[in-house]
């Protein structure tokens, strides 16, 4: 059974930072890519960011690229999100998701099959 158990979040001060962890179990997190994704209260879920199986092939959503950092500890079955700068729109649920197809469009989160629960992220303005 895959697992993905998110951790990290909090609140923090703007220009703040904070690491999210997604630990997997039932499968490797080298295995398939694996994505952040985030959705604020009467919003959709956003990607944020995606890290192929290798390391050099990353993506970042426009609104966090130069802040946030995804990488992945291969032997932690773990994928990080580490967030810099931090504003008040960057105040969402944040989700970890994987899955076979993800290599095939790394947005879109209808390509992920699985997720985890989710740890918030809140920005006070």
């Known amino acids: 059974q895959v697992q993905l158990v998110e951790s990290g979040g909090g609140l923090v001060q703007a220009g703040g930072s904070l690491r999210l962890s997604c630990a997997t179990s039932?499968?490797?997190?080298?295995?398939?890519?694996m994505g952040w994704f985030r959705q604020a209260p009467g919003k959709e879920r956003e990607f944020v960011a995606a890290?192929?199986?290798?390391?050099?092939?990353?993506y970042y959503a426009d609104s966090v690229k130069g802040r946030f950092t995804i990488s992945r500890d291969n032997a932690k079955n773990t994928v990080y999100l580490q967030m810099n700068s931090l504003k008040p729109e960057d105040t969402a649920l944040y989700y970890c998701?994987?899955?076979?197809?993800?290599?095939?469009?790394?947005?879109?989160?209808?390509?992920?099959?699985?997720w985890g629960q989710g740890t918030q992220v809140t920005v006070p303005s």
């Open positions: 039932g499968l490797t997190a080298s295995t398939y890519a």
């Open positions: 890290i192929l199986r290798s390391d050099s092939n990353s």
């Open positions: 998701a994987t899955g076979p197809r993800a290599v095939t469009g790394p947005r879109t989160f209808t390509n992920y099959n699985y």
